[in-house]
């Protein structure tokens, strides 16, 4: 009876359940990037008022610190909800991982946002209150606060797409923790961490060069537009290099723990060796494909038919097809049912032992269990082919944008770029700079949408999916506040811009 | 360090973490009086910008504990969140909104005005420690919960979910228990209690202190009333334990014989009391005493820690289910893995470090009590 009340879910919980934790993911992240990049900028603009004591680079430094708070407020506000949402809509999901999961979440707190809520009030409040290195100090901390908690969050999110350091306890019913280290410093989470910090450093560049072009273009501030904006670009162009770097090593991380999500990205259906990198459809990189994934001209990359029925390797590793992979993780299902009651039942420990053996083999398979259609496996491809396209698009384009700023900046090389002055150029170059900040997010929601959508129909990779993690709720409830913080961040990120534009508009005290 | 401490441990802590929460409710508490604290634009400037400097530890502090519950405890955070949805959306929707308030309210470009945010602060200050304290409140009443793993191993289920909730009001069932709203309404008032008390000693202001001083009897008065009225019904009531089987069972006067046979405990709730009528009564009988807030935060530390490990140490049910008694939530039942618990025992030595730069850092900022002159001269003044 128990059973029968358990079970009376809708299918709507479930994909508005998802829709809410995409939405204020997607919100998070408009802010999130901002904040890890102007710490950075913010703090290095504090470092020159702290070496040449120039009221200038104070000023300039409480500016930049101004415009980081108003985006700060927004982080943290959309930022609570994430975590607890793991519980409210996934509440199966905190269960099975919660062992494993909440580590890193608690860690986050206690480490990271202690140190952030700490000092980025004597950031705010202290500037006559603290001697100047307790200042730099605490504007320092408060970035490194940030990105600490960037580290314990892309942790937990990199165990969602490469689950190590468990093992499944049938007496508990979930997965429990062997090996924190696995955890906490597995490729998977330090790809993602530099990739992800890294790429939030352009948005914290390119925003830093596109204020300064407005003041530039409006002839206000003028040093204070130059100083920073070598700052930014300078930033921005060594961060892009570095998001470029770490990307790659990510699409190989991609390629070897989640092929499914590089197919997709690809739309890629029938793979094979010396594959191109598809630039559009029609357009390819001969090899480029193979060299992303395996940094081999040669390297097999297979495709979403493959995955779904089976292949082997030239190297002779074979893959089982979906269809056996849904039949063994049944057979783990159906195994540990078998061994819980021979439990209750009393049953002599050879058949228990039995019981266990079979959940031990098919295990790495348990999730697949609960797929009732292999098609259910292909993550939304569309989606991930242009988003990829997109993120890495408008990554190589900010390699240029900053390295073209920084060469007129600095007149280097003096031969072709002498004759420019960034003060004094024509309108629209400004205009150019300033619109690239909207492409600059765009860029950055597309990586999200990449890393998440191609988890799909995965909450952990391989091991539990959407439908086996939801909360026992009514579709209604779920929809309402969904709604409610549509209207909720939509309306205070509207306030925001509006903000900041004004803020920017009125200027440092300078 | 057995499984057992452990588990136990991670229960301080994670209590520990809720009685700062509490105390550090002040927050809500000061923005939920700002109006008739502050009484002038200029005197509610204030209030804000005094709370405004602390916010931030309320709001970290709630993660955190929230965090810690999860690791330590994850079938709590599983069936509580989970199942009661709508209390928790309405504490987490009041902290969004309090979270941009702040920095929002009196901002060039806010085409919202200052008066919606100072609105969202105030709800904030009345709706947060309500729903937290009834939150709380459920330790000892129970809640409306039924507990399945088996369900796990029915993969032709649609979604083979473990806990629900028993019926379909998702957690706001419990406000229709009294002894819920009456926790409630007393950490409303003990939030406001303290927040007067913090605002009075943060704020150099003459007017806002006299006027603090007739406000805290307003809040105390209440604060104790109902305290004592929740304090007499818990020590009262039967409560949830548990044999060594495992098995859960109803205990005539559970949470007084848990006070007897733990006097660690009740010590700890005598001094708490103790401290926070100190804090109060001090500050309302000696004039000029600003100080009340460092006894009566104190006090309500170590008495919220105490009433915490009364409903989970000592074989009770600290997660009780009155729709299904067996699947009430223990210490041992509910619990993270041992391997973890003892990796997180590790990563808490930290604490004491993160507790020594909070307390270096707020001293450095309060050490000059804040002023009108002051705000005059703050760009970044809320």
Redesign the interface.
């Known amino acids: 009876m128990?059973?029968n009340?358990?079970?009376n879910?809708?299918?709507g919980?479930?994909d508005w359940s998802r829709a809410q934790f995409a939405l204020t993911a997607i919100y998070h992240w408009l802010f999130v990037p901002l904040t890890l990049g102007l710490a950075v900028i913010m703090g290095i603009v504090e470092t020159k008022y702290y070496q040449t004591k120039d009221e200038f680079w104070k000023e300039a430094a409480?500016f930049w610190?101004?415009l980081f708070?108003?985006n700060?407020?927004?982080g943290?506000?959309?930022?609570?909800?994430l975590?607890?949402e793991?519980?409210?809509?996934?509440?199966?999901y905190?269960?099975?991982v919660?062992?494993?999961?909440?580590?890193p979440?608690?860690?986050?707190?206690?480490?990271a946002?202690?140190?952030?809520?700490?000092?980025?009030?004597?950031m705010?409040?202290?500037w006559k209150?603290?001697s100047p290195g307790?200042h730099l100090a605490?504007t320092w901390l408060t970035g490194l606060g940030a990105t600490i908690s960037a580290w314990w969050i892309l942790v937990a999110n990199a165990w969602m797409q490469y689950p190590v350091g468990c093992e499944f306890?049938p007496d508990?019913?979930?997965n429990?923790?062997?090996s924190?280290a696995e955890v906490a410093l597995s490729p998977f989470a330090i790809s993602k961490f530099c990739h992800t910090v890294t790429s939030s450093w352009i948005i914290g560049g390119i925003f830093c060069v596109g204020v300064c072009c407005w003041y530039l273009m409006k002839k206000r501030h003028t040093r204070l537009a130059v100083e920073s904006m070598k700052i930014g670009a300078g930033v921005g162009l060594v961060a892009a290099l570095l998001a470029g770097a770490t990307g790659h090593k990510s699409g190989m991380d991609v390629a070897e723990v989640q092929p499914m999500k590089l197919a997709a990205m690809e739309a890629l259906y029938d793979g094979g060796t010396e594959q191109g990198l598809k630039l559009i459809e029609g357009i390819e990189v001969p090899y480029g494909l193979s060299i992303m994934a395996t940094n081999d001209p040669k390297g097999y990359v297979p495709g979403i038919n493959d995955l779904l029925n089976g292949y082997t390797t030239p190297d002779g590793k074979t893959e089982p097809s979906a269809d056996e992979k849904i039949a063994r993780?049944?057979k783990a299902?159906?195994a540990?049912?078998a061994y819980?009651k021979a439990k209750a039942d009393g049953a002599d420990e050879a058949t228990i032992a039995q019981y266990l053996t079979t959940i031990n083999e098919n295990m790495k398979y348990f999730g697949y269990?609960?797929v009732k259609d292999k098609a259910d496996l292909v993550p939304p491809v569309l989606v991930n082919f242009w988003a990829f396209r997109v993120m890495v698009g408008v990554g190589c384009l900010f390699i240029l944008f900053f390295a073209v700023i920084l060469a007129v900046t600095y007149k280097f090389p003096k031969a072709l770029f002498k004759k420019y002055d960034i003060t004094t150029l024509p309108a629209w170059h400004y205009w150019v700079a300033i619109l690239l900040i909207p492409l600059a997010y765009i860029g950055s929601e597309c990586g999200w949408l990449v890393a998440e959508f191609g988890r799909q129909p995965w909450t952990i990779q391989d091991m539990l999916p959407t439908?086996?993690s939801?909360?026992?709720?009514?579709s209604q409830?779920v929809i309402i506040?969904f709604f409610?913080f549509l209207v909720?961040f939509t309306?205070?990120l509207?306030?925001?811009i509006?903000?900041?534009?004004?803020?920017i508009k009125?200027g440092p005290?300078l | 360090m057995t499984y057992d401490f452990l588990q136990h441990y991670w229960c301080f802590i994670v209590s520990l973490l809720g009685a700062i929460l509490v105390f550090l409710l002040f927050v809500q508490g000061a923005n939920s009086v700002a109006r008739s604290l502050g009484y002038t634009e200029e005197g509610r400037r204030l209030v804000y910008n005094s709370t405004g400097r602390k916010w931030e530890f309320t709001f970290t502090t709630l993660v955190t504990f929230g965090g810690a519950f999860f690791a330590s405890f994850p079938l709590f955070y599983s069936t509580s969140f989970g199942g009661a949805y709508w209390l928790w959306m309405i504490i987490l929707f009041t902290f969004v909104l309090q979270a941009v308030s702040y920095e929002f309210q009196n901002k060039i470009g806010n085409f919202l005005g200052p008066k919606t945010f100072q609105f969202f602060l105030t709800l904030n200050g009345i709706v947060g420690p309500l729903l937290l304290g009834g939150a709380v409140a459920t330790f000892f009443e129970g809640s409306n919960f039924i507990i399945a793993k088996d369900n796990l191993v029915d993969a032709g289920a649609i979604t083979p979910i473990i806990s629900r909730w028993a019926n379909a009001s998702h957690g706001l069932d419990a406000l229709l228990n009294p002894w819920v709203l009456v926790l409630g309404f007393a950490v409303v008032f003990l939030a406001r209690v303290l927040g007067i008390l913090y605002v009075m000693n943060n704020v150099a202001d003459e007017d806002i202190r006299s006027r603090g001083s007739v406000r805290l009897v307003g809040a105390a008065v209440p604060f104790l009333l109902l305290f004592v009225a929740y304090l007499v019904h818990v020590l009262l009531k039967d409560g949830f334990a548990y044999n060594d089987e495992g098995v859960i069972y109803m205990e005539p006067y559970k949470y007084l014989n848990n006070f007897l046979e733990m006097w660690y405990l009740l010590v700890l709730l005598l001094i708490g009391v103790v401290l926070v009528l100190f804090g109060i009564g001090k500050t309302i009988f000696s004039k000029g005493y600003n100080g009340g807030i460092w006894p009566a935060g104190i006090g309500t530390v170590l008495t919220v820690l105490a009433l915490l490990l009364s409903c989970a140490w000592n074989h009770t049910a600290y997660y009780p289910s009155t729709a299904d008694l067996q699947s009430s939530l223990t210490l041992a039942n509910s619990c993270s893995s041992e391997f973890t618990l003892r990796t997180m025992f590790y990563v808490s030595l930290l604490v004491p470090f993160v507790l020594a730069y909070i307390i270096y850092a707020w001293r450095a900022i309060d050490k000059k009590k804040i002023t009108k002159e002051e705000l005059q001269g703050d760009d970044h003044a809320y």
Do not use: P
């Open positions: 128990l059973q009340l358990l079970l879910i809708d299918a919980t479930i409480k610190q101004k708070g108003i700060f407020a927004m943290v506000a959309t930022g609570i909800i975590e607890f793991f519980g409210t809509n996934w509440s199966n905190s269960w099975f919660g062992d494993i999961f909440g580590a979440l608690a860690v986050e707190g206690i480490v946002f202690f140190m952030e809520s700490t000092f980025v009030a004597v705010y409040f202290g209150k603290v307790f605490s306890n508990t019913m979930r429990e923790m062997v924190f993780g049944k299902i159906e540990l049912a819980r269990g609960y439908w086996a939801v909360s026992d709720l009514q409830s506040t409610l909720l309306t205070m509207a306030v925001e509006n903000i900041l534009l004004k803020q009125k005290e």
